[in-house]
């Protein structure tokens, strides 16, 4: 499999953004700072479905696996989820708690700096496990890939 041309120009498009930007998405308003991907596609039909197909129920502790600027975690925080965001990238893990405060669900979104399950703690349990993330078949060129 090979890079698409869609995906090397919507990189691209990242890349020569002015950041941080905001993003108006179902809603919610979303800061994107440099080197976190902003919600996506991918990241607004996962959401429009949790909520169509009501997956999420009110007490859910749910993982964002991957969770960049923390739009599927407020998404499952509407829905009455208690959220754990992780991710790899500090500046996400940042952006993700900035984000829950502003929208309004900062008691509800928590973050944690971590490669893969390294940022769970022994004995948390989830209901829901939500991963988005980004992908490209291709050479790494920079942090966006």
Do not use: H
Request: hydrophobic share 40%; proline share 3%; charged share 30%.
């Amino acid at each position: 499999m090979v890079r698409s041309e869609e995906g090397d120009t919507y990189l691209q498009v990242l890349r020569d953004k002015q950041y941080p930007f905001i993003q108006n998405i179902l809603g919610l308003e979303i800061k994107v700072v440099d080197t976190v991907y902003p919600a996506g596609r991918i990241s607004q039909w996962v959401a429009e479905r949790l909520e169509e197909l009501d997956y999420i129920k009110k007490g859910d502790k749910v993982l964002d696996y991957g969770c960049g600027c923390g739009f599927e975690c407020i998404i499952a925080a509407r829905m009455g989820a208690q959220v754990l965001g992780i991710d790899i990238n500090p500046k996400a893990v940042e952006v993700t708690r900035t984000n829950s405060i502003v929208n309004g669900y900062g008691d509800s979104v928590k973050a944690r700096v971590g490669d893969a399950f390294d940022a769970v703690r022994v004995g948390e349990r989830f209901d829901v496990i939500i991963a988005s993330l980004p992908w490209e078949d291709g050479e790494v060129k920079d942090n966006f890939d």
